[in-house]
């Protein structure tokens, strides 16, 4: 074979595999990778490439169904099918297939993907020419983008403990939540983490702008600190799915329900908004 894709067990030419639309690698980035490279059909360094993979499952909570030695071999198979012994192998491991829910089942059962394509290493690659670049990983929550490996372990966190929501802090900002937008109330004025690049741009948290602002209640968008949020009179969290939603309880203690009017009046008003644009 020229290439090599792998899916559970099934083998065809890279450009012929498909995989399931409900792979959560597909909608959530949620699974872990490593690649070795392998010169006349021998896999350089790949225990350590195998430690590192299912160091990497580890930390992830995926559970393998193979040992290291049961990938080594299932690699040495799939590298004797190629034409050429030099080649690239690219291993990953999703954390399995379901409905798209940020939590997921512990005894989720994983899926393997193997990727097989040819390259010859140069014994003196050309010399680079490079930038610097601010180094911003992780500051890109902005971005309505498929890797939500962060908020798959928050939720899933919130979830283990019975909780709902996880709410984000940085230092002693807050910026929002494993899955939706968070607001509170402090003597009748709204404030709300502005839409910088540590927050999604929530639909419905600019919609609880616009009900405030209909209402009346001043909108002050600027951070919040922790112990604002404890300290506030209501705590209010926003999402598509949930449209505007009081928090009640966080981290054990009882919190808001200080301002009902205004909470009452926003949660009506967003809901006869969704009622009257569905209608
Ligand atoms: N923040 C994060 C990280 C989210 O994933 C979501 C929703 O998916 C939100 C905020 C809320 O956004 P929206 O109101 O557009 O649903």
Not at 143 to 156: D, E, F, G, R, S
Not at 172 to 183: L, R
């Amino acid at each position: 074979m020229k290439t090599l894709g792998y899916y559970n067990g099934k083998i065809a030419e890279l450009e012929e595999m498909t995989v399931p639309m409900l792979d959560r690698a597909c909608y959530f980035g949620d699974g872990v990778y490593d690649v070795a490279v392998c010169r006349n059909h021998r896999t350089f360094a790949l225990e350590e490439h195998l430690d590192r993979f299912m160091n990497s499952c580890k930390l992830l909570h995926i559970t393998p169904d193979h040992t290291k030695e049961e990938l080594a071999e299932l690699v040495a198979g799939l590298l004797a099918k190629m034409d050429s012994g030099d080649q690239l192998v690219y291993l990953q491991y999703s954390r399995g297939s379901a409905l798209r829910n940020h939590t997921f089942a512990a005894d989720m059962k994983p899926n393997l993907w193997i990727m097989i394509k040819p390259l010859t290493l140069q014994k003196e690659p050309k010399p680079l020419r490079c930038m610097t670049m601010e180094d911003t990983r992780f500051f890109h929550c902005n971005i309505k983008t498929i890797n939500l490996i962060p908020n798959v372990l928050a939720a899933q966190a919130a979830e283990d403990r019975g909780l709902d929501e996880c709410i984000f802090h940085r230092g002693n900002e807050i910026t929002e939540c494993a899955h939706s937008n968070v607001s509170i109330l402090k003597g009748g004025v709204l404030l709300t983490h502005p839409t910088d690049n540590l927050i999604l741009p929530g639909i419905a948290r600019a919609h609880l702008i616009r009900a405030c602002r209909a209402l009346g209640i001043a909108v002050k968008e600027r951070p919040f600190t922790l112990e604002e949020l404890f300290d506030a009179d209501e705590i209010l969290v926003t999402s598509t799915t949930k449209l505007l939603c009081p928090v009640v309880e966080l981290d054990g203690k009882a919190v808001g329900g200080k301002d009902q009017k205004n909470l009452a009046a926003l949660r009506s008003y967003v809901w006869e908004e969704y009622e009257r644009e569905t209608n």
